[in-house]
């Protein structure tokens, strides 16, 4: 169970912020929303994680809503290098001091010159 | 490491043998994630060491599969009598600790049976 819910595929023109969302309405208070992205024959990449603040870092912007059930993920301008999958996680805390990511399908990012 | 390293980065097999498959973690991080992506697929989560605990086994699909970690140091992840069904890439993470830490990804060994 992913427990969250991405659009599978998008476009955004070069130069223009990216905005990716995703629906996680049954997290739980002390989950973390991870983003990670993976440009095609490369392992996965991390961009930016946050619990109930928004989030900035050199390479995205994380808006999470108050009720923590949607956040979207924002490349402020995007490059063709961007062009990748976007995945969405909710950490979740599975017992014994462990933690699992569990990746869902991603969102297909494409970036148009 | 500056890295997650995995080795090797390709494996052909042929159906039936026996594969193993390594993980440098990066230097000091105490978690060590396996995970498999078929062809098209999201990542499906196998197992998780954390430091000296015993490790979380159950995204292993059978007994065929099994890892070992010794300490916070190398990982290997052995795969017996190799089925076509097993062809996947095979991503390797390692994270600090048990907190709101990211998580690091090898680039993988693409594993092909025949």
């Known amino acids: 169970d992913a427990k969250t819910t991405q659009p599978t595929s998008m476009d955004c023109a070069e130069g223009r912020a990216a905005n990716l969302p995703c629906n996680h309405s049954?997290?739980?208070?002390?989950?973390?929303v991870y983003w990670y992205r993976q440009i095609h024959s490369q392992g996965p990449q991390y961009i930016i994680h946050?619990?109930?603040n928004n989030e900035t870092n050199e390479m995205a912007s994380l808006i999470i809503t108050e009720d923590r059930k949607s956040s979207t993920l924002i490349l402020p301008h995007a490059t063709l290098r961007d062009t990748a999958v976007y995945y969405c996680?909710?950490?979740?805390?599975?017992?014994?001091?462990?933690?699992?990511?569990?990746f869902g399908k991603g969102t297909k990012l494409s970036v148009i010159p | 490491g500056a890295g997650v390293s995995q080795s090797p980065s390709n494996k052909v097999t042929e159906k039936g043998k026996d594969v193993e498959l390594r993980c440098d973690p990066i230097?000091?991080?105490?978690?060590l994630y396996w995970y498999r992506q078929r062809l098209g697929q999201g990542l499906e989560f196998l197992i998780y060491?954390?430091?000296?605990?015993?490790?979380?086994k159950s995204g292993l699909p059978s007994d065929r599969f099994s890892a070992e970690r010794t300490g916070e140091s190398v990982s290997t992840l052995t795969i017996q009598r190799t089925q076509q069904e097993d062809s996947a890439v095979y991503l390797c993470?390692?994270?600090?600790?048990?907190?709101?830490?990211?998580?690091?990804f090898g680039s993988g060994t693409r594993l092909t049976v025949v």
């Open positions: 946050g619990l109930k």
């Open positions: 060491f954390q430091g000296n605990s015993a490790p979380d």
């Open positions: 996680i909710v950490r979740v805390y599975s017992g014994a001091g462990s933690y699992q990511l569990t």
């Open positions: 993470a390692s994270s600090s600790g048990q907190g709101s830490y990211g998580y690091t």
């Open positions: 049954t997290i739980s208070g002390n989950e973390y």
């Open positions: 230097s000091g991080h105490t978690a």
